[in-house]
């Protein structure tokens, strides 16, 4: 680690202390609906066509907003519908303007075969500011992903090369079928026109359990995090890595960032079901209270202690850790129910490194 990189974690380390005490709310995101159109094998909220869980009605939600209208300007804080697929839902263009009308930005993630021009149209003039597309490699290894939906995925980004005053980017989730391909599929991209493009790897949470072709190994992890520093050096995409925790000597190169949890601190999920919690991606049970007995606010500002002072997560690896100061436990996402650390990519690359 050099000395800009030293500084840069201790600027990062007393920005996240200050973010634990005052907790602005930046990012809210609705988990409109566990319905989805595909079958994905890495699905970590393990979504279906027909759900047991009913999509959460409109009117259950907004109340939610005009309480956080109350303490923060909504100016400030972005709502990403997810899902599941959210275009699914029939009244997704109401959601939107509803959520619009209340003075939020509004965006949100999907896998692209429901955005049609028409569909697109629509959103865009209920105020959508952000979209992002998944899609998770050339046709063949996409379509294995997720059964299907290269085709419908690829319309929509032809779609949002053509259009103006909205952010977005696409999505890939790296695995073992798509990993050797992705120096094609960075071409495809630039040459479609797709100008940001945001790179995942899967974590063990629920369908994404059951098939170990969606990991890579330590070596491939490193080669991975080598494309990604070679790809935004030459400039031609703007590529970014996922916030799946803090990576040594990768920090800074891979982001345009030093690696910082968000969750419970700037980023809050209201679950389907009316849950509660910091991150969607976080699936294990740490959720805070629940909008049907709950109000959003109390919730927000006098409890999520679990995210905001993680020193009980210092224990197993943890404890003994060299970069615990500017990791502080790594992401939210990647800890189970016990509390314990599921993966860590800062051992994956000491691990590689090694051998």
Not at 19 to 31: D, M
Request: glycine share 8%; hydrophobic share 35%; with cysteine.
């Amino acid at each position: 680690m050099n000395t800009r990189q030293l500084i840069d974690f201790e600027n990062t380390r007393r920005e996240r202390r200050w973010l634990e005490k005052n907790h602005p709310l930046r990012q809210l995101f609705w988990e409109c609906t566990l319905r989805c159109n595909l079958s994905c094998r890495h699905c970590g909220s393990d979504c279906r066509k027909v759900s047991v869980t009913p999509d959460m009605p409109l009117e259950h939600f907004l109340p939610v907003l005009d309480d956080v209208a109350t303490m923060i300007d909504p100016k400030k804080v972005l709502v990403n519908t997810v899902g599941g697929e959210p275009l699914v839902r029939p009244d997704i263009v109401k959601c939107g303007k509803a959520i619009t009308d209340r003075g939020f930005l509004w965006g949100f993630v999907t896998n692209g075969v429901l955005l049609t021009e028409q569909m697109l149209r629509d959103v865009l003039n209920a105020g959508l500011r952000t979209v992002a597309v998944s899609l998770d490699g050339l046709e063949t290894e996409h379509n294995w992903l997720r059964g299907g939906s290269f085709d419908g995925a690829m319309s929509a980004v032809k779609l949002l090369t053509r259009t103006r005053n909205l952010l977005w980017d696409v999505i890939t989730c790296v695995n073992q079928r798509n990993f050797s391909t992705l120096p094609q599929l960075k071409q495809y991209l630039i040459n479609a026109g797709v100008t940001k493009w945001r790179i995942f790897t899967i974590f063990p949470q629920g369908r994404a359990k059951l098939n170990n072709e969606l990991y890579l190994s330590p070596e491939q992890y490193v080669e991975l995090m080598d494309f990604i520093a070679a790809t935004r050096k030459e400039g031609e995409i703007n590529l970014s890595y996922s916030c799946e925790g803090f990576l040594g000597d990768y920090e800074g190169v891979v982001r345009g960032h030093i690696f910082r949890c968000d969750a419970g601190t700037m980023t809050a999920s209201i679950f389907a079901n009316g849950d509660i919690s910091g991150c969607l991606s976080i699936r294990s049970h740490y959720n805070q209270g629940n909008i049907y007995h709950d109000r959003f606010s109390d919730v927000w500002n006098n409890r999520f202690e679990q995210m905001r002072n993680r020193r009980w997560m210092k224990h197993d690896e943890c404890a003994k850790c060299k970069v615990w100061d500017w990791c502080a436990g790594g992401p939210f996402h990647l800890r189970d129910d016990d509390g314990k650390m599921m993966h860590c990519n800062y051992l994956t690359i000491c691990e590689a490194k090694k051998s």
